[in-house]
């Protein structure tokens, strides 16, 4: 998740999953430029030893740029590059990335193969179900997918009209799944392990991808985990701040977190998210009450 799962949180979600690690995938990377390997898709395709075999993930529209990125991060090491037809933001869909992928397929399909074509490491693809309720076109995406060598597909069963809204549709999702040939990993409010195991169940998909949920319930991944929010949170700040954060950057991930893990203490929630300052967020969490806390 962009903005969301950048080193130090994926570092703070494996410590918090013990021998229950996920497979973890980067922030989405712009292959946009002329340049790929801009400082900051340097910065984003970082990743530890302790996260291999570690996904890639890459935006954008043009073939050759697309082609030529996934070679590199194949050089950086990544084990899987996968291309991202699913984002709604109207900066990426309206220049024919992310979900404005699902409005030309013919780019698709051609995307897809110049990908294949430059990398060894296996290709996969995330989409969204279409563009809107009218152009439903997952069906297609996993022909082209199939027929492009794509080695896994995850679809997140919403479109990109809907964004966020309304819920996933899982029954889509598990007709695609039961269709393809490719393991076909399912997304989308999945928030709880019991959930998880009933969609690969019921559903027919290889696997889950969570998003959001990590960010309300960080030790998602580990049911037997000991909830400690006061220290999870002192942890993911040393976290960014041994990743070079400035203080007012790490500030606003804290509270990207804290809003989440808060949701169920609106008034303390408001004084974290009111707070100034890197120092004024670390007094207020210091004198936190564990019972503020309720996970989902
Ligand atoms: C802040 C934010 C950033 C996201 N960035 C990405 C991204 O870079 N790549 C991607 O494939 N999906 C991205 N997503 C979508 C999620 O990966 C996921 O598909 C979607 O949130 C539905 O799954 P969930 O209900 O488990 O969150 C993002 C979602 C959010 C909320």
């Not at 950048?6 to 918090?16: H, Q």
């Not at 989405?28 to 075999?53: I, M």
């Not at 030309?104 to 693809?125: E, G, Q």
């Amino acid at each position: 998740m962009s903005g969301v799962t950048d080193l130090p949180f994926r570092r703070l979600i494996r410590a918090l999953s013990g021998d229950c690690s996920p497979l973890f995938v980067s922030e989405f990377l712009s292959a946009g430029s002329s340049v790929f390997l801009t400082p900051a898709n340097l910065k984003a395709a970082r990743f530890d030893k302790e996260e291999e075999p570690f996904c890639i993930q890459l935006f954008g529209h043009n073939a050759e740029r697309l082609a030529s990125a996934a070679l590199q991060v194949q050089e950086l090491g990544a084990a899987s590059v996968e291309l991202n037809a699913g984002c709604p933001a109207p900066k990426v869909a309206k220049k024919g990335s992310g979900a404005g992928l699902l409005k030309d397929l013919p780019n698709l399909a051609k995307i897809l193969r110049a990908m294949k074509a430059s990398i060894k490491v296996p290709l996969f693809l995330k989409c969204r179900l279409g563009w809107d309720e009218n152009s439903i076109c997952v069906n297609e995406v996993l022909e082209i997918a199939e027929g492009e060598g794509v080695e896994q597909l995850t679809v997140h069963g919403r479109t990109k009209e809907q964004g966020y809204k309304g819920l996933a549709n899982w029954n889509i999702i598990g007709e695609i799944a039961a269709k393809a040939k490719i393991p076909v990993i399912g997304n989308g409010d999945i928030n709880s392990m019991e959930k998880a195991l009933n969609a690969i169940e019921n559903y027919g998909v290889k696997g889950v991808a969570i998003g959001r949920a990590a960010l309300h319930n960080p030790w998602i991944f580990n049911p037997s985990a000991k909830i400690d929010v006061r220290g999870a949170v002192l942890r993911f700040n040393e976290l960014m701040m041994q990743d070079g954060f400035r203080p007012m950057q790490a500030l606003g991930r804290l509270k990207q977190l804290c809003a989440r893990l808060c949701s169920g203490a609106p008034d303390f929630r408001l004084k974290i998210l009111r707070c100034q300052n890197h120092d004024e967020f670390l007094d207020n969490w210091a004198n936190l009450s564990e019972s503020a806390f309720s996970l989902p």
